[in-house]
């Protein structure tokens, strides 16, 4: 049946001409945008996944930025803990000069000094962007990481830096008084005091936990004329509840191997931390003491090293190989954490790149595909549209039926 209302032939070529060009428009936009799915109208899934992804790729550029900061930060701490090492290793060797009879000490505690400002001074200058890893306590996150889990939500992961505190502490002394024969206290206040016995007197001395706390490396003082003894606290001391006998004790030892003629009485059951200075002799005496805070800082017990005397050589010889571990630990753990950094950084690129692919196999047009295609379409659309051509001319063969 022929009808010259109803042209179903011309409408089948239409639909087919219309879909080859709809074929043909997607094909050419991928040729131009590279992409097989542009925008969610052509594949909401595949689009919404994709970008989700690329929300990701854009999140850990922020995370690779971070790991390279904070690798560089720490390699700056490395390298300070590295050459405090080595300059302690310099001063370890005056040190041991300085254990010999025939040297001059004076000239060896000059160079010790010269190398404790040095390490000061390089502790001191070991930051990164205003950041300081090894001078003060602390700890610093590094961001390393963006996770998502199964249900899409996120969280920051971050390694985290400990801070290796090599400052050398700070002294103070403050508050010189007088003592009268009621005694002079001495405590971690950093009190210093200053004190006669005259000719056949005594006088007593009270040394006692001042509000500063008893701290490794903090040094109580008795000078008797121009003779010095000195008992440098330890850990274990400063963590002792018996503190202040265990510094009377050392005090008392070390000030009777003066040899001043002024004895020393201590008695820890009737007085504990109280020094009793009976002076003998036949002339008045100078007594001065002062307690020394050594600080917190992990090389405060430089500020002890005095190789000037044979003693002062002698204990400077054992603190220095504390001194000396304390550098190395710090340097090995900024080390590590480096190394960590370094590690998570190249996985962090190659996760990068790992997502960037992902998201190209689900986008990208494959454009080898894409050309013959777009030569498949064309030819396509060539042929529907003679096709609708054709149809279009059936109605005119129904004017030769009236004829």
Do not use: C, H
């Amino acid at each position: 049946m022929s009808s010259i209302l109803t042209n179903n032939g011309a409408m089948v070529a239409l639909q087919t001409l219309k879909s080859v060009n709809s074929s043909l428009s997607d094909t050419t936009s991928a040729i131009s945008t590279g992409k097989k799915v542009a925008n969610a109208k052509q594949n909401a899934a595949v689009w919404a996944i994709s970008k989700t992804m690329e929300s990701d790729v854009n999140g850990f550029k922020s995370v690779k930025e971070s790991l390279s900061l904070g690798e560089s930060t720490v390699a700056v701490a490395r390298n300070a803990t590295e050459t405090v090492t080595d300059l302690l290793g310099q001063m370890k060797e005056r040190i041991v000069a300085a254990q010999g009879d025939n040297v001059d000490r004076t000239k060896l505690q000059a160079e010790v000094s010269d190398l404790r400002d040095q390490i000061g001074s390089v502790v001191g200058a070991a930051q990164f962007n205003g950041l300081n890893l090894v001078s003060g306590t602390g700890f610093t996150d590094v961001l390393s990481s963006l996770d998502r889990d199964n249900t899409g939500a996120v969280s920051a992961s971050s390694i985290r830096v400990n801070n290796q505190d090599l400052s050398t502490g700070g002294y103070v002394n403050n508050d010189v008084f007088a003592a009268g024969g009621g005694g002079a206290t001495v405590s971690a206040n950093g009190d210093t005091f200053v004190a006669s016995v005259d000719a056949g007197a005594q006088e007593s001395i009270l040394i006692q936990e001042g509000a500063g706390g008893w701290n490794a490396g903090d040094t109580v003082s008795i000078s008797i004329g121009d003779q010095t003894a000195s008992y440098t606290l330890t850990a274990e001391d400063a963590a002792s509840t018996t503190a202040e006998d265990i510094v009377a004790i050392g005090l008392k030892s070390a000030i009777e191997s003066l040899g001043t003629g002024v004895t020393v009485d201590y008695d820890s059951g009737t007085n504990p931390g109280e020094l009793l200075f009976d002076n003998t002799g036949t002339e008045d005496v100078s007594i001065t003491g002062s307690w020394k805070n050594a600080g917190s800082g992990g090389l405060a017990e430089l500020a002890n090293i005095d190789v000037s005397t044979l003693g002062g050589a002698q204990a400077a010889l054992g603190a220095i190989e504390g001194l000396i571990t304390t550098s190395i630990d710090a340097a090995a753990a900024f080390g590590t954490v480096e190394s960590r950094i370094s590690t998570q950084n190249d996985f962090v690129s190659k996760l990068s790149d790992s997502l960037t692919s992902g998201i190209g196999s689900m986008v990208d047009a494959d454009m080898e595909e894409t050309s013959a295609r777009l030569q498949a379409l064309q030819v396509q659309q060539q042929l529907a549209t003679q096709s609708l051509s054709i149809a279009n001319q059936a109605p005119q063969q129904l004017l030769s039926l009236f004829r």
